[in-house]
DNA sequence: ACATTAATTTAGGTAAGCCTAAATTAATCA
DNA sequence: TGATTAATTTAGGCTTACCTAAATTAATGT
């Protein structure tokens, strides 16, 4: 029904060269959910305004101009969402869909107006940079819980987004951006943790422990 | 390039009713700067599918179902340039062509999220009623300020905003929306008006007094 | 009333972005 | 190395919303 824009494209594929080590046509095809016949004609197509480089059947590459659209997007989306959680008050597992429609029709003055009203905000509401206008991204340092010893006492600085399911977990059991925790004990039988938060006691599992990105206190 | 949506032309059609006696072919396309053969197609798809009533040749009508469907998306509208202004700081003449974008992507929830922060408002900033989630729209007694004695004193209450050229020229001389003023002149010659806003006398020509709509107070 | 003019519709075509099925290429492993 | 398998591309098609040009219908003025 509704199509993919090309910074859509640029976007994903340059999202996926963070997480794959080569981005094929099979792997685009299966984030954006459309068959990788249509992923071959777009990547031509982007190939040919030099957004991409592409050897045929090897795989794909962004360009530095691919680049720079693609950080546009992101800034653009990590904005919105940062304003849908600080204005808007959306809960933070329900503001990724709603940013993805949003980012395509943002225009520069609107980004502005969020940015200013927002005071320039550098991280998004789960802990990802929002690249600067000149499409600089500030990393900032921090390990996956699962790197913590037992005993040490943490701050939460980014959580990983892509399962909605695991936010609102957390966010249950009062695990935010920011908030600082004990890690109490891991668990060897399954590296599992408890830590506690606040005064309670909570459990984590490994998989939930590898998205939740922290540093030391 | 991007082309125009189901709910577009209907809020389209939906306001010509209100200004045109006959809403034919020609006129939509027109408003909407394409062809009238184009028209005419999604006219006819429009109609099979009950939003319309279309005689070849005659003209439109939109029907009930048309409507409701008018409706939700000028609320979205209304609410959206609403918040434009109040939240986000832009000015009344600039957000017509934001609102434009927004209105077809905003989810219920978001549609809700936004409602909510502002109050629940019932006029948008130009004074154009904002309708009520069943498509209620609450109308309210005007004249336009051609139909105004020389020494009353009255009250804006709703400014037309086909022309973004006259909202920044009434704003530069501190007409807005709730703006008391006194109609210290009306001049014979070609129905030119002179009022007092504030401690000074400022110049409206007849066709924007035309555009201006008030209450006595 | 009828010829002219203007509005509208019909017919046929284009571009984009998707699709499926078939062909091609590369990778793997016996 | 050569055959099998998996990934990728090519070929051909569909749909949608637009277009232009031609045909049709309605409106207008004498």
């Known amino acids: 029904m509704s199509s993919i824009s090309v910074e859509n494209y640029l976007k994903n594929i340059y999202e996926l ?3 794959e080590k080569k981005v094929t046509t099979n792997i685009i095809a299966d984030k954006l959910k459309i068959a990788p ?8 197509k982007l190939s040919s305004k030099g ?14 101009k691919g680049k720079r659209s693609a950080l546009k997007i992101i800034r653009k989306h990590r ?3 940062m304003f849908l959680v600080e204005v808007l008050h959306f809960s933070w597992d329900k503001i990724d869909d709603e940013a ?5 029709i943002m225009s520069e003055r609107m980004e502005q107006k969020i ?7 550098v991280v998004d509401p789960h802990g990802d940079p929002i690249p600067s206008k000149k499409g600089i991204i500030r990393h900032i340092e921090y390990d996956p819980l699962t790197k913590v010893e037992e005993g040490t006492v943490v701050q939460v600085v980014r959580v990983n987004d892509a399962h909605p399911e695991l936010l609102e977990y957390i966010s249950k059991i009062g ?3 920011k908030t600082k925790m004990t890690v109490l004990q891991r668990i060897k039988f399954d590296n599992s943790f408890i830590v506690k938060i606040g005064s309670k006691k909570q459990f ?14």
Do not use: C, N
């Not at 016949?37 to 031509?44: E, H, P």
């Not at 050897?55 to 360009?63: A, L, Q, R, S």
């Not at 940015?115 to 905000?121: A, I, R, S, Y």
């Open 115 to 121: 940015d200013e009203v927002l005071g320039h905000p």
């Open 37 to 44: 016949a249509s992923v071959t004609d777009m990547v031509k």
């Open 100 to 104: 993805e429609a949003f980012e395509h």
């Open 79 to 81: 904005l919105w969402e």
């Open 175 to 177: 695990l935010f951006l």
């Open 17 to 19: 060269e963070a997480s």
């Open 51 to 64: 957004f991409l480089r592409h050897v045929p059947y090897k795989g794909v590459e962004v360009t530095e």
């Open 204 to 217: 984590l599992s490994q998989r939930m422990a590898e998205s939740i990105f922290v540093q030391r206190v």
